[in-house]
T-cell receptor, first 111, second 115 residues
Framework: TQLLEQSPQFLSIQEGENLTVYCNSS?????LQWYRQEPGEGPVLLVT?????EVKKLKRLTFQFGDARKDSSLHITAAQPGDTGLYLC???????????FGTGTRLKVLA | GAVVSQHPSWVICKSGTSVKIECRSL??????MFWYRQFPKQSLMLMAT?????????EQGVEKDKFLINHASLTLSTLTVTSAHPEDSSFYIC???????????FGSGTQLSVL
């Protein structure tokens, strides 16, 4: 069974601070996605990384896929209250098109 | 962008009744749809993979006779929670994979409360 562990589980920070969320597994994934979810809504895709070592930037968010495609990180620079939400990584098993979600990181950014 | 519509958004039912949740891909064909459940403040747990025209593949621990999945067309998959009990109360979310690209599009979820 493929498991994706995210850390930290909870994070409460002040506006303007930086943070990093980690997504780790012992399994190799053909691709990995990051989502943000608001309460009562479905997850919204932020980014998909496919190549080991790949780095993608989305405004203040930087995503990195590990060289071995087993882990990933999400770094947010100068966090804002609008970044508050549940961040989920999701890995796709090789050739399965089936995504397994990480344990989630609940972020709260205080104004 | 691609849109996945999930209906209903909220449903409250009595224990012992069955509830059907629909997941539609509005502007693309989805050969594969996925059903997840999410308990409060937890992550999404994959319940089953639904393939158009064939039987769904259930994850370990998910009762296929309780959670009936039908994917009769390329744009519609349904999840029926049969003989619902309070412990089935959860947020159920579907996602659809397009035939053209590898992206996964999510519905807005259905909050089921069983009294």
């Amino acid at each position: 069974t493929q498991l994706l562990e995210q850390s930290p589980q909870f994070l409460s920070i002040q506006e303007g601070e930086n943070l990093t969320v980690y997504c780790n597994s012992s399994s190799v994934f053909s691709s990995l996605q990051w989502y943000r979810q608001e309460p009562g809504e479905g997850p919204v895709l932020l980014v998909t990384v496919v190549t080991g070592g790949e780095v993608k930037k989305l405004k203040r968010l930087t995503f990195q896929f590990g060289d071995a495609r087993k882990d990933s990180s999400l770094h947010i620079t100068a966090a804002q209250p609008g970044d508050t939400g549940l961040y989920l990584c999701a890995g796709e098993g090789s050739g399965t098109y089936k995504y397994i979600f990480g344990t989630g990181t609940r972020l709260k950014v205080l104004a | 962008g691609a849109v996945v519509s999930q209906h209903p958004s909220w449903v409250i039912c009595k224990s012992g009744t069955s509830v059907k949740i629909e997941c539609r891909s509005l502007d693309f064909q989805a050969t594969t749809m996925f059903w997840y459940r999410q308990f409060p403040k937890q992550s999404l747990m994959l319940m089953a993979t639904s393939n158009e025209g064939s039987k769904a593949t259930y994850e370990q621990g998910v009762e296929k006779d309780k959670f009936l999945i039908n994917h009769a067309s390329l744009t519609l998959s349904t999840l029926t929670v049969t003989s619902a009990h309070p412990e089935d109360s959860s947020f159920y979310i579907c996602s659809a994979k397009g035939t053209v690209n590898e992206k996964l599009f999510f519905g807005s979820g259905t909050q089921l409360s069983v009294l």
